[in-house]
């Protein structure tokens, strides 16, 4: 029911993903962060936010993406009902998609990138979005949207798309953490949140926020 990408910058070290659906809230069911550890998004016919939350846990245990989703999926009886994607901080990836998530499931692990779905409208959707971050260049947020469009060109969800979101985290600035909850323009409208997040007056106040770096923010 979801499609999703995840990629660790090389050149900065921030992480970030981004996902789309056909149903509601994408960012809050799929998407989890942490900079000291990685990132992860769990989705499926059957999605369980548990998967992508414990799976977090598990690699700031020292567990490499492998490992830690090969820990947190079988310790699930229902798995089959439900898909997997890790990213960790050293750009090791792991995805998992049970055998019982509705067609077409898709999925690619790439340098510093996974990216995988489900209830897709065919196979190509997951290489467009791959190839629509890869091939892209600007901001990481930019470049994230643009791999969001690609698949959805590719024919995207099966049923169309309801949401979609961006998450990027890092120890050098705080979260940029973006949804579209509804609407029948997710993409379009993730975009004009992008371009307002860039505004000028905004950016500043968010340059003077706590950062892992600088635990205190602007004194």
């Given amino acids: 029911m979801t499609f999703s990408i995840l990629v660790r910058d090389p050149e ?17 069911w799929v998407l989890r962060g942490d900079p000291r550890v990685g990132l992860s998004a769990s989705q499926g016919h059957m999605p369980s936010t548990l998967w992508g939350e414990d799976v977090l846990v598990a690699m700031g245990r020292g567990l490499n993406a492998e490992s830690a989703v090969a820990e947190v999926v079988n310790a699930d009886s229902e ?111 993730l975009g004009q949140l992008i371009q307002r997040a860039k505004d000028e007056k905004y950016a500043l106040w968010r340059s003077t926020l706590p950062t892992r770096k600088n635990p205190l923010g602007e004194i």
């Fill in 79 to 189: 798995r089959g009902k439900r898909q997997l994607l890790a990213l960790d901080r050293d750009s090791d990836g792991a995805i998992f998609s049970g055998d019982a998530n509705l067609p077409v499931v898709s999925e690619i692990i790439a340098s510093n990138c996974v990216v995988a779905g489900n209830m897709l409208a065919n196979h190509s959707v997951i290489n467009a979005c791959h190839l629509g971050f890869a091939s892209s260049h600007g901001s990481l947020e930019s470049r994230l949207l643009n791999a969001l469009k690609q698949a959805a060109d590719a024919g995207g969800d099966v049923r169309g798309l309801e949401s979609a979101a961006i998450l990027v985290v890092s120890d050098g600035a705080p979260p940029v953490d973006l949804r579209v909850d509804y609407s029948n323009t997710p993409l379009t409208d």
């Fill in 12 to 28: 900065t070290g921030f992480l970030g993903a981004a996902a789309a659906t056909g149903n509601l809230c994408v960012g809050g």
